[in-house]
């Protein structure tokens, strides 16, 4: 019987042991996120290396928000450089159970980081992600095309081509937000594919 009590107890305190790492893990990646999107949000500090698309200067001729330019490049920068690439290594191979299940426990990430609220969008992204070749995404560049742009009451939006090295161009649709959102960046690039 003391065998028995103490098998159950050790158990309950390695499942005690799983959840708070599980739990300390999603934490550091949540606080990594709003540390990103603090920085996005900062209009004064913008690192050297930010690189701005191609043609910008005729989606933000159309724009007449509030949110600070240099915030619009941090966001725009950050998602094709970081976010991507991490949606890509970590969901590349999961299949559509997993894609959910992946969906599901990042959902509060997801959507500061990319702006991505559905389940639908967002597999639809990876589904346009999953078209790239190679372990791990490097940027070379990306471009808006002029033809797409579209002025709304509440934001711009147009189609931006993004280039990963080794890898064709692949199409985004992006939206740049008129206002900064409290958890949420202010552009938001889901798949030209639906």
Not at 84 to 97: R, T, V
Not at 173 to 182: H, P
Not at 188 to 193: E, H, P, R, V, Y
Request: hydrophobic letters at 35%.
């Amino acid at each position: 019987m003391k065998t028995k009590v103490k098998n159950i107890i050790m158990i309950l305190s390695l499942l005690l042991l799983l959840l708070i790492i599980c739990t300390v893990v999603l934490s550091k990646e949540k606080i990594v996120a709003k540390s990103n999107l603090k920085y996005i949000k900062d209009e004064y500090s913008m690192k050297e290396d930010v690189l701005t698309p191609q043609k910008v200067y005729l989606v933000i001729a159309e724009y007449e928000g509030k949110v600070p330019m240099r915030s619009i490049y941090k966001a725009m920068y950050h998602i094709v450089t970081q976010v991507f690439p991490k949606y890509y290594k970590e969901a590349k191979n999961l299949d559509e159970q997993g894609l959910e299940k992946y969906f599901e426990k990042n959902q509060e990430i997801i959507y500061m980081e990319a702006g991505v609220k559905k389940k639908e969008d967002f597999t639809n992204l990876i589904n346009t992600l999953k078209q790239l070749n190679g372990d791990k995404l490097e940027f070379s560049s990306y471009r808006f095309d002029e033809k797409t742009i579209h002025k709304r009451t509440d934001n711009v939006t147009a189609d931006l081509y993004v280039t990963y090295q080794n890898n064709e161009e692949i199409k985004f649709s992006a939206k740049i937000q008129n206002k900064l959102y409290e958890n949420r960046t202010p552009v938001i690039l889901k798949s030209a594919i639906q």
